[in-house]
């Protein structure tokens, strides 16, 4: 694959391209080694552009979604080309006065308001459905620590009055359908709270323990189509409240709490066969460790596929809390259909991480992926990447405190990857401290970002450089950067936010 191409001229490249054709489904792959010869090598600084929350491009690249300042409007562009003409050698003169300016590069398709008066846009939460271009977002209203206990809610986790899921066909803005939830929490941050699989979307109440399964039909309305938490099946609550009117009332732990009891219990019975040892046994794994067990709460969920679920469960502290690394947290496969939880694993276990290694595409695999999206680079599908994991395996002082914090990014979240090709680690080595494709802030660095070929280790194919030209700021203002790569153009906008200071937005592209 990497011989494929000899040259590294782009027009000697296409002519191979003519006259070789690689191997059977190797295709992409192939095409996408041009990227090291079509590279965002021109920076225009310090843009003069609206003063938006840009968000990300959606992965097929047609939309750039973004927000007012205010939390209150949903902005939708769509990418364009910068285009100009001149009588002599273009590449000898400067740009026109028009390229300095954010409407060459983007055309505003609308501005919706989507917030009312009390409700905010969460700027960090967005799913786009490709196939059918709906958008997902949520609104909430302020978060309350200080909430009234309520009648089957978790104490310790923070309630929000309101908070409401929109669907938007991103195509000309029109509101479809809502979801709201009231008196709730969900982790709406880098959209943790809910993920998207095909036309199935689950979202997760902390507050109340539930797992909410909604179809997302092609007519774009929102159907709830299951609910797991209290009750497992359809007619759990119809049969415990028929056997409470006979007599047989009491106090009933969740479903989901339920099934993760009792996997556990017949999990740590079978490992020991002689009978007399395992009631020993029973005692000191199961029945001492049992109110940890019961006050395990979820975490966090994602879809493996249409019919299994991939759950987190954790302390309350935990599910709150920003850094989970350190605590102790348990994963399960919970089978929807017949409401059974088919494995668990601690978050230390090596055979979750062997399985984390081997197979992590498997986490994050959705059949309506883009063609870009399905070729984002990971340790099972890039032994340039697997490399780099084993290394840091080996510098680790702990294999188990490694292991955990390599767990701490499961269940995966989902669409927090950028599907750009200059992110493929088969094509391109980067500093991942400083950029990556995953969708956080980054410290601001002084220094421009190198982009150097794998294929030629000495060679930097390009640079991207946060902030202004000058590089003259005050060092002691907290700064961070973050990066919008479009999923197939070359090219990328670098933001730099300074406290107290305007927003700085670099636009990088191959001229």
């Known amino acids: 694959m990497a011989r494929f191409f000899r040259s590294s001229n782009l027009a000697s490249r296409v002519f191979d391209r003519q006259l070789l054709s690689p191997r059977p489904g190797a295709a992409v792959n192939t095409i996408r080694q041009f990227y090291e010869n079509l590279v965002p090598s021109y920076t225009i600084y310090d843009i003069d552009c609206p003063d938006y929350s840009f968000r990300k491009f959606t992965d097929d690249g047609k939309y750039l979604v973004a927000f007012s300042r205010n939390h209150q409007d949903l902005i939708v562009y769509r990418p364009i080309w910068l285009t100009y003409s001149c009588n002599e050698d273009c590449d000898s003169h400067d740009l026109p006065a028009k390229s300095k300016k954010f409407d060459s590069f983007f055309k505003q398709l609308y501005s919706i308001p989507l917030a009312s008066s009390n409700e905010y846009i969460c700027k960090d939460f967005f799913l786009y459905m490709e196939c059918n271009q709906f958008g997902l977002f949520a609104t909430s209203t302020a978060q309350s620590n200080d909430s009234t206990a309520t009648e089957g809610a978790i104490h310790g986790v923070p309630s929000i009055e309101k908070i409401t899921f929109y669907l938007v066909r991103l195509e000309d803005g029109v509101i479809l359908d809502e979801k709201a939830f009231c008196n709730d929490f969900i982790n709406l941050a880098h959209s943790i709270g809910a993920y998207l699989y095909e036309d199935l979307l689950c979202i997760v109440s902390l507050r109340y323990q539930t797992v909410h399964i909604l179809q997302i039909r092609d ?3 929102l159907v709830e189509v299951r609910r797991i938490g209290a009750f497992c099946r359809e007619d759990d609550e119809l049969f415990l409240h028929s056997h409470a009117q006979t007599g047989y009332g009491g106090s009933f732990l969740p479903g989901i709490k339920q099934r ?118 990971s340790h099972s599908n890039d032994v340039h990447a ?74 930097v194919k ?23 790569f479009h999923p197939f153009f070359p090219l990328a906008l670098s933001i730099q936010q300074t406290y107290m200071q305007p927003t700085v937005i670099n636009i990088h592209f191959r001229r």
């Open 260 to 377: 993760l009891l009792s996997y556990i219990f017949r999990k740590t019975r079978n490992e020991v066969p002689d009978q007399t040892l395992r009631v020993q046994h029973l005692k000191k794994k199961f029945y001492f460790h049992f109110q940890d067990y019961v006050d395990l709460i979820i975490w966090k969920v994602q879809f493996l596929d249409r019919h299994h679920l991939f759950i987190k469960f954790g302390s309350v502290d935990g599910g709150v809390s920003r850094s989970t690394d350190q605590n102790l947290a348990f994963f399960a496969v919970y089978n929807m259909e017949t409401t059974d939880i088919v494995s668990l694993y601690e978050n230390s276990s090596e055979e979750l991480y062997s399985l984390f290694e081997q197979f992590y595409d498997h986490f994050h695999a959705n059949p309506q992926d883009s063609s870009h999206g399905k070729f984002i680079s």
């Open 462 to 484: 390009f640079k991207i450089k946060p902030g202004s030209d000058s590089g003259a700021s005050d060092s002691r203002a907290k700064r961070i950067s973050s990066f919008l």
């Open 386 to 459: 697997l490399d780099q994991l084993r290394t840091i395996k080996n510098k680790a002082s702990s294999s188990s405190q490694f292991v955990k914090k390599m767990m701490a990014s499961l269940p995966y979240t989902c669409q927090s990857q950028s599907p750009s090709p200059y992110f493929d680690l088969s094509l391109f080595r980067y500093d991942e401290k400083l950029i990556s494709a995953i969708d956080r802030h980054r410290h601001w660095t002084e220094h421009p970002i190198k982009f150097i070929s794998v294929r030629q280790p000495n060679v």
């Open 219 to 221: 007519s774009g309305n």
